[in-house]
Each structure stands twice: as structure tokens, then as C-alpha cells.
């Protein structure tokens, strides 16, 4: 449990404000004698009172009291310093921080968004694996770069793994899939360190990486879907910087792949860690508000496959570059730039770590100006930039590749959306299986066309550069034909489906929400001190209120 107290000097209008019942991070419910109880907001229990005495000039003596424990699995640590200072704000206007949308987040919504980026850590790891270890691998096994192509080529086929049963999500939720994939991603993984050639090793990462795609289209799925409607590609981004946070995982591992001769295999046991978290993180993951209420009224679950070929056609010829551009990276650093096992990770981590900020504040632009022109920009200057990189050395390598991957990233919040919005509820788990197959299908033909390429030509760097035009004519479709679906609810692209404001949908869903305080949240920890700074609408000092102490927070 944490704990704000602040003290000020305000006049009539600071302290009327001040015992308004607050509409932005929280919505409160005003209980009389200066005290307020939660009604809807992120936390598990939550109470805020005020002290009032009257001081000299017509001036009230005000003391502030906020007790709150959040509703957000794991993340508390990075969110409750946050958080606590905005409470302390006395600018309680409704309002878009980088880390928090302007709409108020139950209880709900913030574990399952809490819940999903700690999975999207573990998919972004699982992910990657295979990608940076297989340079490894082949040196092993003796195999060549097109060896290693079409290994990567043919994991793709794992996707058909998560199209069949995928689908189930629409039928039984989103959460047991998620859950069902992500152990079943670890397994695969963790086997693929006894391989003994690279044929088995490819066997085992075409499952794992099968469940893993599957996994990160449901984590998406469940993020956009319960998202706010201003805040979607937020949601997006939030995800995005877990699962990044968690393909760096891999580079921290790589460098014992150049200690011995089959230190990659290291890389491949790190996700048994993963169980555990896996069993607790469990247990704060409930399932998707507008899933429920679409399976409670048998909402159709039609597609328009219009939309779907647009937005196939698109991720297609996307990944005939990225794939390749990204996956192969290792290799061209490895055998055309003489790059250490050590001195890979060091480029990847560099080059890749400014991504991160990039994706939050690209998914903050796409939430306020809009997907297309966001999406469009990225995905063009991205791939051209990571093209770059492949024909030049030294410091131009180096920044011209971070650029392209800051670029591309900020691609991913404004674009992904697309699969999930456009669909309705009852289908989006289908669709999104289906995309992951046309995806997978433009990875497999930009690998194999890039190693028949490099093999003739002799250069990798140039195979992957000549792919780079794909991305260029998905640029100008999303510009031209994709619909802007920023603040917007996703039952206005969906008609059929019901509206979570709807009195039957509120009565579903609140039946598995709770807004009571909740006795397990402890009081273990330490004190904080910190000191939060009063800024009002316009970002002035408000005349209303002077500050007499700095506030004191304390939590567990």
C-alpha cells in the first residue's frame, strides 16, 4: 500500500477543487467528511481524504491524504513512482501522459495490460532465438548461408501450428490460449538446445516458433481490444517495449556462443526461467472485457475480406523485406564484417536500445495524429535506412542501422492495430492467424529469395538491399487506401458487436471486476520521498494553491 501526503495553503477555488470527486487517473465517489472511495480506476484499493483548517487571509491549511495500491502486475515498481506524483498534481484535468492514457483504466484493463507486456518479455525472447543463434549453429553443423536461409525459411512453416488452433481464442477467450502458447513456445525452445545437427534444430524452433507468432498476434489482440480507444496504439507500444525488452534478453546470453563450441545452446535453456513467472503472472491475467461480452450475446462473427487482403497484402511484401533485413543481420556482421560473438550483441544492443523510446512516442503520435501518416513515414524511411546500413561501414553502419530500426519500430504501433480493429470480436483471433500466415509466407520468400541471391551474387548486403523497394509500395498503400482508425471505437468499424458502455455488456463484464480493496496487498517496504511539482492545465503555477510541505510517499 502506498501512501501521499501533502499539505498546502489554498484560497475557496483551491479548495473546491480540491473536494471534487477526481475524473482523470481515477473516478471517485465522494463519501462525505472530506473523504472519497474508488469507484473505477487502476487500483486494487484506493481511499483520499482531506484535512482542512482554516489559516489567516480568508487561506485554508489543506492535508491530502491519498492510500492506493495499483493494479499492475510486476510493473508496480516503474509505475507507482509515476503515479504517485500525478496523484499529488493539483492539475486534475483529464490529460494524455507519455505513460498513461487521458481516459480513466479500471482495475481490469490495467492487470491485463500489466499481465500481458510481462508475457510480451518472454515472447520477445522466444521470438528472436533462432535468429541470433543460428550463425552459431551452422558454424557448429558446417552448413552454408543458404543452409541457414532456409532453415530460418522453413521455421516459418511452424505458423500453420498457430492457425489451427489459433482460432479457438474466438471460442474460448483470449487467456487459456495465451497461456497455452507461451508453454508451449518454452518447451519447444528449451529442447532445441540437445540438437544434435541443424535439421532438429529447425524441428524444434518450427513449433516453438510457431506458438510464439500465434502468442504475440493474441498479446495484440488482447492489448488492442481492451484498450481505451484514444490510448490503443499505446497499448501497442507498451507491449512492443516488453517483448524488445526481451529480445535484448537474447544479446545479454549470446556472447557465451563464441566462449566454446556450443555455447549457443545456453541461450536455448534461459527460457525455464520463464515457468515460474509464467504460474504467477497467471493469476493477474483476466480475459478481454469485449471478448465476454461478444460470446454473452452471440455477437456474428462475419469478416470483410476486403479489409483482410488490404491488410495481408501489406504485412506480405513487409516481411519479404524485414525478415531477411533482420533475421540475417548476424550473419552479414559475422562472415562480411568480421564481428565477434561479443562484439554482435554489443552492435545489436546499441543499434536496437533508442528503439524502445521510439515506440512509445510513436505510439503516442498514432494514438493523436493518426496511424497512416505515422505508419507510412516509418515503414518507408525504416527499411530505406536499414538498406543503408548494408552497403556502408564503420560509423555510417552504425547509425544509419540504429535509424532504421528506430524508424521501423515506430512503424509497429501505428500499423498493427489494423488486424485488430478492423475485424469484430468473434473473428479477430482467426484473422489474425490468417495474417500470421501470409506474413509468414512473405518471410519465407524474402529468406529463400535473399540467400539465392547473396549465394549468386557473392554479397548478402546487396541481396537484402534490392528487397527494400517491398516496403516502399506498402508506405504508399497504407497512405492511400487504409482507413484512420485512431480514437475511434472499434464498434464503429464493427456494428455488430456490442458496446462496452451497453447496460447488458456493463453487467457482464463488472460481474468479473472488483473495485474493493483487496486485504493481500500488503504493507511491505520501504519509504519513498519524492517531490511533485503543481502544474495546472496550462502548465503555470496556479494561483490557488501554495505549497507549505513537500509531499511524503510511502508504499510497499
Known amino acids: 500500500m502506498s501512501r501521499i501526503e501533502r499539505t498546502r495553503l489554498v484560497d475557496d477555488d483551491g479548495l473546491a477543487g480540491l473536494r471534487a470527486p477526481r475524473r482523470d487517473l481515477v473516478r471517485e465517489d465522494a463519501l462525505g467528511d472530506d473523504t472519497f472511495a474508488l469507484v473505477d480506476g487502476p487500483f486494487r484499493s484506493y481511499h483520499r481524504t482531506l484535512e482542512v483548517?482554516?489559516?489567516?487571509?480568508?487561506?485554508?491549511?489543506?492535508?491530502?491524504?491519498?492510500?492506493?495500491?495499483?493494479?499492475?502486475?510486476?510493473?508496480?515498481?516503474?509505475?507507482?513512482?509515476?503515479?504517485?506524483?500525478?496523484?499529488?498534481?493539483?492539475?486534475?484535468?483529464?490529460?494524455?501522459?507519455?505513460?498513461?492514457?487521458?481516459?480513466?483504466?479500471?482495475?481490469?484493463?490495467?492487470?491485463?495490460?500489466?499481465?500481458?507486456?510481462?508475457?510480451?518479455?518472454?515472447?520477445?525472447?522466444?521470438?528472436?532465438?533462432?535468429?541470433?543463434?543460428?550463425?552459431?549453429?551452422?558454424?557448429?553443423?558446417?552448413?552454408?548461408?543458404?543452409?541457414?536461409?532456409?532453415?530460418?525459411?522453413?521455421?516459418?512453416?511452424?505458423?500453420?501450428?498457430?492457425?489451427?488452433?489459433?482460432?479457438?481464442?474466438?471460442?474460448?477467450?483470449?487467456?487459456?490460449?495465451?497461456?497455452?502458447?507461451?508453454?508451449?513456445?518454452?518447451?519447444?525452445?528449451?529442447?532445441?538446445?540437445?540438437?544434435?545437427?541443424?535439421?532438429?534444430?529447425?524441428?524444434?524452433?518450427?513449433?516453438?516458433?510457431?506458438?510464439?507468432?500465434?502468442?504475440?498476434?493474441?498479446?495484440?489482440?488482447?492489448?488492442?481490444?481492451?484498450?481505451?480507444?484514444?490510448?490503443?496504439?499505446?497499448?501497442?507500444?507498451?507491449?512492443?517495449?516488453?517483448?524488445?525488452?526481451?529480445?535484448?534478453?537474447?544479446?545479454?546470453?549470446?556472447?557465451?556462443?563464441?566462449?566454446?563450441?556450443?555455447?549457443?545452446?545456453?541461450?536455448?535453456?534461459?527460457?525455464?526461467?520463464?515457468?515460474?513467472?509464467?504460474?504467477?503472472?497467471?493469476?493477474?491475467?483476466?480475459?478481454?472485457?469485449?471478448?465476454?461480452?461478444?460470446?454473452?450475446?452471440?455477437?456474428?462473427?462475419?469478416?470483410?475480406?476486403?479489409?483482410?487482403?488490404?491488410?495481408?497484402?501489406?504485412?506480405?511484401?513487409?516481411?519479404?523485406?524485414?525478415?531477411?533485413?533482420?533475421?540475417?543481420?548476424?550473419?552479414?556482421?559475422?562472415?562480411?564484417?568480421?564481428?565477434?560473438?561479443?562484439?554482435?550483441?554489443?552492435?545489436?544492443?546499441?543499434?536496437s536500445t533508442p528503439a524502445g523510446v521510439s515506440i512509445l512516442i510513436a505510439g503516442r503520435a498514432a494514438d493523436k495524429i493518426g496511424r497512416r501518416r505515422v505508419g507510412a513515414v516509418g515503414v518507408a524511411a525504416g527499411a530505406a535506412l536499414s538498406a543503408v546500413s548494408y552497403q556502408v561501414g564503420g560509423v555510417a553502419m552504425w547509425l544509419t542501422a540504429s535509424a532504421g530500426v528506430i524508424l521501423a519500430g515506430a512503424a509497429f504501433p501505428a500499423t498493427r492495430g489494423y488486424s485488430t480493429e478492423l475485424f469484430p470480436t468473434r473473428a479477430r483471433a482467426r484473422v489474425g492467424g490468417l495474417l500470421d500466415a501470409v506474413t509468414v509466407a512473405g518471410s519465407a520468400v524474402g529468406l529463400v529469395v535473399a540467400g539465392y541471391l547473396a549465394q549468386r551474387w557473392g554479397d548478402l548486403g546487396d541481396a537484402i538491399t534490392v528487397l527494400a523497394v517491398f516496403p516502399v509500395l506498402v508506405a504508399a498503400a497504407i497512405l492511400l487506401l487504409f482507413p484512420e482508425t485512431a480514437a475511434v471505437e472499434l464498434e464503429a468499424f464493427n456494428p455488430d458487436d456490442p458496446a462496452l458502455d451497453d447496460p447488458a455488456t456493463t453487467a457482464k463484464t463488472a460481474t468479473t471486476t472488483t473495485t474493493t480493496n483487496d486485504a493481500n496487498c500488503g504493507a511491505a517496504g520501504g519509504d519513498l520521498r519524492a517531490e511533485a511539482t503543481d502544474s495546472p492545465g496550462d502548465g503555470q503555477s496556479s494561483p490557488a494553491s501554495q505549497e507549505s510541505t513537500a509531499p511524503t510517499i510511502s508504499g510497499s
Do not use: K
Open 53 to 351: 483548517h482554516p489559516d489567516t487571509a480568508g487561506r485554508h491549511r489543506v492535508t491530502e491524504r491519498t492510500e492506493f495500491s495499483l493494479a499492475v502486475p510486476l510493473w508496480g515498481p516503474v509505475v507507482r513512482p509515476l503515479m504517485a506524483r500525478a496523484l499529488a498534481d493539483t492539475n486534475r484535468r483529464p490529460r494524455n501522459r507519455w505513460w498513461w492514457p487521458a481516459e480513466v483504466v479500471g482495475r481490469r484493463t490495467s492487470e491485463l495490460i500489466g499481465a500481458l507486456c510481462v508475457i510480451s518479455v518472454m515472447a520477445g525472447y522466444l521470438g528472436v532465438v533462432i535468429g541470433q543463434t543460428i550463425t552459431f549453429a551452422a558454424a557448429d553443423f558446417g552448413r552454408t548461408d543458404a543452409a541457414q536461409a532456409n532453415t530460418l525459411a522453413a521455421t516459418r512453416v511452424g505458423v500453420l501450428v498457430s492457425v489451427v488452433l489459433i482460432h479457438r481464442a474466438d471460442r474460448i477467450g483470449r487467456r487459456p490460449l495465451i497461456l497455452w502458447f507461451t508453454t508451449g513456445a518454452i518447451l519447444f525452445t528449451v529442447a532445441g538446445a540437445a540438437a544434435p545437427n541443424l535439421a532438429v534444430l529447425g524441428a524444434t524452433q518450427t513449433i516453438g516458433r510457431g506458438l510464439t507468432t500465434g502468442l504475440i498476434t493474441l498479446i495484440m489482440l488482447a492489448a488492442t481490444e481492451e484498450a481505451p480507444a484514444g490510448s490503443r496504439a499505446l497499448a501497442i507500444s507498451l507491449a512492443t517495449v516488453a517483448a524488445a525488452l526481451g529480445a535484448g534478453m537474447v544479446l545479454w546470453v549470446l556472447p557465451v556462443a563464441g566462449v566454446a563450441e556450443g555455447g549457443w545452446r545456453v541461450v536455448y535453456l534461459v527460457p525455464l526461467v520463464f515457468l515460474p513467472l509464467l504460474w504467477w503472472v497467471a493469476r493477474h491475467l483476466p480475459e478481454t472485457r469485449r471478448f465476454d461480452a461478444a460470446a454473452e450475446v452471440g455477437a456474428p462473427a462475419s469478416v470483410d475480406w476486403w479489409r483482410f487482403a488490404l491488410i495481408g497484402g501489406t504485412a506480405f511484401l513487409s516481411a519479404i523485406y524485414l525478415s531477411p533485413a533482420s533475421q540475417l543481420r548476424n550473419e552479414f556482421l559475422r562472415d562480411d564484417r568480421g564481428f565477434s560473438a561479443a562484439g554482435i550483441s554489443l552492435f545489436q544492443l546499441l543499434v
